[in-house]
């Protein structure tokens, strides 16, 4: 899967989410979404799960977190 790459870590809150769902909005059907935050970014989750998405997300350091949006596998 090919991941379309977006940093968040220097915005305010809520510019995150916005750009992040917008980012999904455009977002190729073979691709995923590859977000750097500053983070945890709790209020998306829902958000995501209600959309049909999965994701995963491994903190990096104490305030850089990796976090991968992907359409579930079939």
Known sequence: MNFIEIDV??????EPMTAILSAL??????AGL?????????????????AGWDYQCEKMSENYFLL???RPQA
């Open 9 to 14: 870590r220097e915005m305010a809150p809520p």
């Open 25 to 30: 909005s455009s977002l190729p059907k073979d």
């Open 34 to 50: 590859q977000v750097h935050h500053s983070r945890q970014p709790y209020p998306l989750y829902d958000k995501l799960m209600a």
């Open 68 to 70: 991968l949006i992907f």
